[in-house]
């Protein structure tokens, strides 16, 4: 079995963001590329990671991009290559004897 990847634009949508929410367990997805996460303030709100690390901006600005990687998968933020708009993480992970790296 692969890497299981989603890519969605929330378009900062309380409703997308409750159904995407159940999904990320339930259907084993390791990696999530979030567009547009509902902020309130400076915070990314309403997103349930709980097996995972939710990397974002941070919070001096709000954050229009964030991934969401299972605890699985070794993964670390790339400042340097971040932005309000972009997200950059390295990850990491061996699945069935192999390593691979994005």
Known sequence: MGCQFIQINLHH??????????KLPVEEINIALIQEPLVYGDRINGLCCRRGTLFSAGSCIASRSCICVRNTIYA???????CRD?????????????????
């Open 76 to 82: 670390f933020l790339l400042l340097e290559l971040c």
């Open 86 to 102: 972009v997200m950059t993480v390295r990850v990491m992970c061996t699945r069935e004897g192999s390593n691979w790296e994005l």
């Open 13 to 22: 949508d309380k409703a997308v963001m409750a159904l995407l929410c159940p």
